[in-house]
């Protein structure tokens, strides 16, 4: 019986640390993107998430995303093409991809 109590604590033990530890994202590239005459590091090309500022807390959340020159549209996230923050924005992705993209920094306001 104290086995199977023992056994029962350290399973439970692992799941609660399974469940409390921060996750974290395997580091990719970083890439430049420039936004009119502001250029920011960014790191996060190809995960479907913001970009992540370089040496900030600060993330480019895209709404819009245009593969160049072939002008494909990639991303069009509906109803942020008139938010006031929405900057367009281009880049380089590190696999040598060109992109406009439009969208926000975070935190908004």
Do not use: N, W
Not at 11 to 21: D, G, I, K, P
Not at 54 to 80: C, H, N, W
């Amino acid at each position: 019986m104290r086995l199977l109590g023992a056994t029962a604590f350290c399973c439970t033990a692992l799941a609660l640390a399974a469940v409390t530890s921060p996750a974290s994202a395997a580091a990719t590239e970083s890439a430049t993107l420039t936004c009119g005459d502001r250029s920011y590091l960014v790191t996060g090309f190809g995960r479907g998430e913001p970009l992540h500022v370089v040496g900030s807390t600060s993330t480019f959340v895209v709404t819009y995303a245009r593969l160049e020159p072939s002008g494909r549209v990639v991303t069009d996230i509906k109803g942020q093409r008139g938010a006031g923050d929405v900057v367009t924005c281009t880049a380089t992705a590190p696999g040598g991809s060109a992109f406009t993209f439009r969208g926000f920094f975070t935190p908004r306001g």
